[in-house]
């Protein structure tokens, strides 16, 4: 398997362009998950999908961050408008579960984002 | 909430040398708890992932165990070597499967 694969791997945009961040999960795995990861604050979940559906959105920091999952190979994650202190490096994760039991996740490359 | 909390933030051995990297966590009502290893602008890799139902894993020269009673887990390298140089993450589940990760233990191997 490819493993979770992210676009791009690296975007520099200007403050108040959208920018959106694109994930494949591994196929087979029924949950998506995308992390943010900055020196300051670590790793922060955003957001989760369970079966293309948002489980979770409370990690989002603001309304101008928007996630979809319209099927159970693709997701998307936008800004707009960016702003400067959205610069960091966005990880997309994936893993499969079931009720009761759990399994690792396994992480893309991530998508490092420069907001200048 | 959940909390993870890794120390050291930072740690030099020598070549060779059995080392062990600490995580404790607040919420003991967990059901697995995860090892990853990052290496300067990667991703992250899954080293270990251990059941709450177990007390440990071992996968190669890495061990790592779990104790919920304490709400701690440890990373136990053996026969450590340069290419082991990375930061290595604990992550514990809150709620369903949300994993909230430590700030991290920055290994460097020194040969």
């Known amino acids: 398997d490819a493993g979770v694969i992210q676009s791009p791997r690296h975007e520099v945009t200007e403050m108040g362009q959208e920018v959106t961040l694109r994930c494949k999960p591994i196929?087979?795995?029924?949950?998506l998950f995308w992390y943010r990861q900055t020196m300051m604050r670590g790793l922060e979940l955003l957001i989760y999908?369970?079966?293309?559906?948002?489980?979770?959105d409370s990690g989002m920091p603001e309304d101008r961050f928007s996630a979809k999952m319209p099927n159970a190979s693709f997701s998307t994650l936008k800004i707009q408008p960016s702003e400067p202190r959205d610069s960091a490096v966005y990880f997309c994760?994936?893993?499969?579960?079931?009720?009761?039991?759990?399994?690792?996740?396994?992480f893309g490359p991530g998508t490092r984002l420069t907001v200048t | 909430k959940q909390e993870v909390t890794q120390i050291p933030a930072a740690l030099s051995v020598p070549e060779g040398e059995n080392l062990v990297l600490n995580c404790s966590f607040t919420?003991?009502?967990?059901?697995?708890l995860q090892w990853f290893r990052q290496d300067p602008g990667k991703g992250l890799t899954s080293l270990l992932l251990?059941?709450?139902?177990?007390r440990e894993q071992t996968s190669g020269r890495l061990n790592a165990s779990l104790d919920k009673s304490s709400g701690r887990s440890t990373l136990y390298i053996a026969a450590s070597q340069p290419g082991d140089s990375a930061t290595y993450l604990c992550?514990?589940?809150?709620?369903?499967?949300?994993?909230?990760f430590g700030t991290g233990t920055r290994l460097t191997i020194i040969p």
């Open positions: 251990i059941q709450s139902s177990q």
């Open positions: 992550a514990a589940p809150f709620g369903n499967e949300k994993l909230t």
């Open positions: 919420d003991s009502a967990i059901y697995n």
């Open positions: 994760a994936s893993t499969r579960q079931a009720v009761g039991l759990s399994y690792e996740q396994y």
């Open positions: 196929s087979g795995h029924n949950s």
């Open positions: 999908f369970n079966n293309n559906v948002p489980i979770d």
